[in-house]
């Protein structure tokens, strides 16, 4: 069963209610993560080419920006962290005019709307990660976009074996980078710029991690295992 089959995240949730355009318009946001097991587990880096390629035509240009923003400082400082809206405001160009309808104001509304970002009037809370589109919001893209997104999820052009052969190479550059040190982020950024295909990429590295940690936990004694 596919992410997109489980997760209406096209109705945002109770415990991710609109909030208020006022409620937002303030000099400093509270940024925190917000875990969740199964996006955190299949969903993409926001600075993703599946982000650029697919969640763009949705958020707009802005908004992707602002999450990306958002995950660098989360990157930096995985508890939270401080933002000074006019500061980023003007980093992503869209000024420092504070106010309700701001476009910083109406980016977060429009993460909010999606169900990428969350904010109970103290803290805005923020996945590390985006899930894939589901079906509802693959239909309001472009047939273009559409097109590429099946292209996607569905790598054509190669024989199964090969395909098979793709995977397997993928998924071992994949854990050399974990074991190197690289943050899995960077892992599947790096398939990327070794012309893996990205569906590829981002299995080989999901399948890597899981790996990794497989390997880095404490094996059990002889004693213990009898």
């Given at each position: 069963m596919?992410?997109?089959e489980v997760l209406p995240?096209d109705?945002?949730?109770?415990e991710a209610?609109?909030p208020?355009p006022?409620?937002?318009d303030?000099?400093v ?11 955190d ?7 993703s ?13 802005t908004?992707?920006l602002?999450l990306?923003?958002l995950?660098?400082g ?7 962290f401080?933002?000074?809206?006019a500061?980023v405001a ?6 420092n005019r504070?106010?309700?309808q ?6 977060v509304?429009?993460?909010?709307k999606?169900g ?7 803290t805005?809370?923020?996945?590390r990660?985006v899930?894939?589109l589901?079906r509802?919001?693959?239909q309001?893209l ?6 590429a997104h099946a292209r996607?999820e569905h790598?054509?052009g190669?024989p199964p074996?090969?395909v098979?052969r793709l995977?397997h190479?993928a998924?071992?550059?994949?854990l050399?980078?974990?074991?190197l ?6 892992t599947?950024r ?6 893996v ?6 299995e080989a590295t999901?399948?890597?991690l899981e790996?990794?940690?497989s390997d880095a936990r404490?094996?059990p004694t002889?004693?213990?295992a009898?």
């Amino acid at each position: 069963m596919r992410l997109h089959e489980v997760l209406p995240l096209d109705v945002p949730s109770k415990e991710a209610a609109m909030p208020t355009p006022t409620s937002v318009d303030r000099p400093v946001l509270t940024v925190v993560p917000w875990p969740d097991p199964v996006i955190d587990a299949l969903g993409f880096d926001p600075r993703s080419p599946y982000t650029e390629e697919f969640w763009l035509c949705l958020l707009g240009p802005t908004s992707t920006l602002l999450l990306r923003r958002l995950a660098g400082g989360l990157d930096e400082s995985p508890a939270g962290f401080e933002l000074d809206v006019a500061t980023v405001a003007a980093q992503l160009g869209v000024g420092n005019r504070s106010g309700a309808q701001s476009p910083f104001v109406r980016s977060v509304l429009r993460c909010t709307k999606f169900g990428l970002v969350a904010f109970d009037g103290e803290t805005l809370r923020v996945r590390r990660r985006v899930p894939p589109l589901t079906r509802a919001q693959l239909q309001r893209l472009p047939d273009a976009v559409r097109e590429a997104h099946a292209r996607w999820e569905h790598p054509a052009g190669a024989p199964p074996l090969a395909v098979e052969r793709l995977r397997h190479r993928a998924r071992h550059l994949a854990l050399s980078l974990l074991q190197l040190g690289e943050d899995p982020e960077a892992t599947e950024r790096q398939l990327h710029r070794w012309q893996v295909h990205p569906a590829l990429a981002h299995e080989a590295t999901r399948w890597a991690l899981e790996r990794h940690r497989s390997d880095a936990r404490p094996r059990p004694t002889s004693d213990e295992a009898a």
